[in-house]
């Protein structure tokens, strides 16, 4: 596999197939590969040394094994090494007996708290009670050994903990009736917990993927769930659920190994898993768990600093030492940070001298950045408390940083620690001849900011106009930044979160300066009128204080389209819909315009003006409409609400034979709504036909004042012939459309009736 595809698991799962198929001498290369790049792949490892027992090369299979069972605690996997071991023993009676239950104790040992060890444990039972006594001293051995193999199974939360139990009782039922009752009182509430805890227990273990490879973290939602699953369950394990002492630690260091499996490039899951050995008790293993961390992880710098500060914290200095010289490396490879923390351990624990002679050398290496010297020239202030030192350091390094902005303002503020207004302004002086325009922003501010707290009045007004002369060729305001405005006077008379004006004020302030900015420029309407969306009181501080230059972001209205649910990607829609669209986004009362659309959007393209936009806008969307939709808007009532009837629609739908002619014909069709003998349709819908929407005016769907109106209307519908009075066709939706409405259909006070759903019968009542 290619480096760059190194974690590729759909190229792994192909590999790992295609050598089941091939010789052991071919397959093995593979194999190999695989596991380097997954070194906890349990399935490739099971895969790969039952591939070397189908060949009986036990050497081989001895060797792999010793490789993957201390990393790889899955079931699957040692119980195929336990059936190694009995294959191999079988042969040797007594002695080859005696390993093999060696073995087992062994196998127990690693995964027998795994919520799949029910069937090795009942193997393992099994194999004791085939075990041969010659005599009754050797019998009791026997059965005192399965007994405690059954007392260990019953408190395990397992998926087989009730089989087990059961044959527990058999077992001691058949042992001695007498004697079972009182081992079975005593083991059954430690077996009530268990089973409880199992329940539990298994709603994690569900959420897991156990044929996941471990793969570097990624963005993707199954990583992140997997990583939450793993979180959860070893939370649950470090709760104790089953209140057991001796054996809770053994269940976290369990779910922790078998969490790495799985979450192997996880830096977290490797602290997490360190420090609750420290927390523990157990450095030694805490140790040894960053070692492993470090293999696994060797560029992790996170973690070398974290085993570091285990050791140091132990008195483990060299070991500690030898870890930050491997961070330091090669010279061309050695950051800034890992000369820093080098010169703060030497100073912890060698002393001042040695963190000195650190640093003069560290200054000669190519990756020493200024950040070298203010942690220097900081720690001799603040812990050697030489304050001389310290300058120094900043001198040496003005020299060689006097370009970088930042420095000069660190040291800026160590000069203000030491109250040396004199050196501050000089640095400033010296700083502002040498720096280009474009990096002396921040250096300006702090200079106006430091002549508020030193200077007088006319120092201050000096150094603020001397800003802007500095700084106006770079703002594209130009020669009116020279000009003096309110914001520099907040700005003088401001004091961290105190300001001597309103947060309104201060909106105002800053709205007006943003137009000062744009004048002879095109405002938009629409950023003028939404002030409150332009600035807050964060971003309309003064620009002396905090805030750069104030810009109003606006969608790019060249990319909307229609929406249209049959258009495919890569199709267009015409540039005049998108017009119409954007025309139609101007109108002062968008829903009212909605509604009257949706109630009969083709018999009324002469709507009014509203706010100086013309409907024609819709008659553009129209034309871009398919016929049978335009003739089915044209059927639909009007609505209260926000959504229609559903059982109209669909009655609507089924009525209705839709021609299938060109915009221009669906355009011309009369006014429309649920036609046919349905005479109480208007009664729903507040008319049958379309009215003009009145210019600065809300649309009423409903008005109690248009009743005679509409009785005449429900006349005309009558009398007219319309596509609804047509001979409808049988079929069992309409059915059931119909002996649904006739349940519901009784007419209440206040209430609508929507009648039949075959006929369109609609029958409201208002008083």
């Not at 922790?256 to 799985?262: A, G, N």
């Not at 006097?402 to 109250?419: G, K, Q, R, T, W």
């Not at 109003?552 to 119409?580: C, E, F, K, W």
Request: with cysteine.
């Amino acid at each position: 596999m290619a480096a760059v595809d190194k974690y590729n698991v759909e190229s792994a799962e192909i590999l790992a197939n295609s050598a089941l198929h091939l010789p052991i001498t071919q397959a093995a290369p593979i194999y190999e590969q695989l596991l380097t790049i997954f070194p906890t792949a349990a399935k490739y490892w099971r895969q790969y040394v039952e591939a070397q027992m189908g060949v009986n090369n036990d050497d081989a299979t001895k060797q792999i094994f010793s490789r993957c069972l201390l990393n790889c605690l899955h079931v699957p996997l040692w119980r195929c090494y336990i059936r190694f071991i009995r294959k191999v023993n079988d042969r040797k009676g007594v002695e080859g007996q005696e390993e093999t239950r060696k073995a087992f104790d062994f196998m127990l040992s690693y995964v027998g708290a795994d919520i799949a060890s029910g069937p090795v444990w009942m193997e393992y039972i099994a194999f004791l009670k085939s075990m041969p006594a010659a005599n009754t001293q050797e019998e009791t051995q026997r059965m005192t050994a399965v007994r405690k193999a059954y007392q260990k199974a019953v408190v395990t939360p397992t998926h087989h903990i009730e089989q087990l139990w059961r044959d527990y009782e058999n077992f001691e039922n058949s042992v001695s009736r007498q004697l079972a009752k009182g081992l079975l009182s005593e083991y059954q509430p430690k077996y009530n917990s268990a089973r409880a805890v199992y329940r539990e227990l298994k709603k994690y273990v569900d959420e897991i993927d156990w044929n996941m490879l471990a793969i570097p973290p990624t963005d993707s939602c199954k990583d992140q769930m997997q990583w939450v699953a793993w979180k959860r369950l070893l939370a649950f394990e470090k709760g104790n659920p089953q209140r057991i002492d001796s054996a809770s630690n053994k269940r976290i260091i369990f779910s922790y190994e078998q969490c790495l499996m799985y979450l192997y490039h996880y830096p977290d899951i490797w602290y997490d898993y360190a420090t609750w050995q420290a927390k523990s008790g157990s450095m030694d293993a805490a140790v040894k768990v960053f070692q492993r961390a470090l293999k696994a992880l060797p560029e992790s710098e996170m973690l070398k600093y974290a085993y570091a500060e285990l050791e140091e914290s132990r008195g483990s200095l060299q070991s500690a030492k030898k870890l930050y010289e491997s961070l330091l490396g090669d010279a061309a490879e050695t950051t800034a940070l890992a000369h820093i923390q080098f010169i703060r351990f030497l100073r912890r624990n060698e002393g001042v001298e040695a963190a000195r002679k650190y640093f003069l050398d560290a200054r000669k290496s190519p990756s020493c950045t200024y950040h070298v010297y203010v942690a220097y020239a900081l720690m001799a202030f603040c812990l050697d408390k030489d304050p001389k030192v310290a300058h120094n350091v900043f001198e040496a390094g003005l020299k060689q940083f006097m370009h970088e902005p930042v420095y000069i303002l660190e040291y800026a503020d160590f000069l203000s620690c030491l109250n040396d207004d004199r050196n501050i302004r000089a640095l400033f002086e010296r700083a502002l001849s040498s720096l280009p325009q474009e990096e002396s922003i921040e250096v300006w501010k702090r200079f106006t900011q430091f002549e508020k707290t030193y200077g007088d009045l006319a120092s201050m007004l000096k150094v603020e106009q001397r800003r802007k002369e500095a700084l106006s060729g770079t703002s594209e305001e130009g020669a009116s930044a020279l000009e003096t405005s309110l914001l520099d006077l907040i700005s003088r008379y401001s004091f961290k979160d105190l300001w001597p004006c309103s947060s309104k004020d201060l909106d105002h302030l800053s709205r007006q300066e943003w137009l000062s900015k744009n004048i002879g420029k095109k405002v938009d309407k629409s950023a003028l009128s939404n002030g409150s969306a332009m600035t807050d009181k964060s971003t309309s501080a003064p620009s002396g204080v905090s805030t750069a230059s104030l810009k109003v972001l606006r969608p790019d209205t060249s990319q909307m389209v229609i929406y249209d649910p049959r258009q495919h990607h890569g199709t267009t829609v015409p540039s005049n819909t998108t017009a119409a669209i954007l025309a139609a986004s101007n109108l002062s009362n968008p829903m009212a315009t909605v509604v009257g659309a949706a109630s009969n959007p083709l018999s009324n393209p002469t709507v009014s003006m509203v706010d100086g936009v013309s409907s024609n806008a819709f008659d553009e969307v129209l034309k871009a409409t398919p016929p049978s939709l335009s003739a089915f808007l044209a059927g639909l009532p009007s609505i209260e609400g926000p959504a229609p009837n559903v059982d109209i629609v669909l009655s609507i739908c089924l009525q209705n034979d839709y021609p299938t002619v060109q915009t221009k014909k669906a355009t011309s069709l009369p006014s429309q709504r649920t036609a046919g003998p349905a005479p109480s349709t208007s009664d729903l819908s507040g008319s049958s036909k379309s009215h003009p929407i009145p210019s600065n005016s809300s649309f009423r769907p409903r008005d109690r004042q248009l009743g005679k109106r509409k009785d005449q209307e429900r006349q005309e519908e009558e009398e007219s012939t319309t596509v609804q009075s047509q001979p409808l066709q049988r079929d069992a939706f309409r059915i059931r459309q119909m002996q649904k409405a006739r349940g519901g259909s009784a007419s209440q006070t206040g209430s609508v009736s929507y009648g039949s759903a075959l006929s369109g019968d609609l029958s409201g009542s208002t008083c």
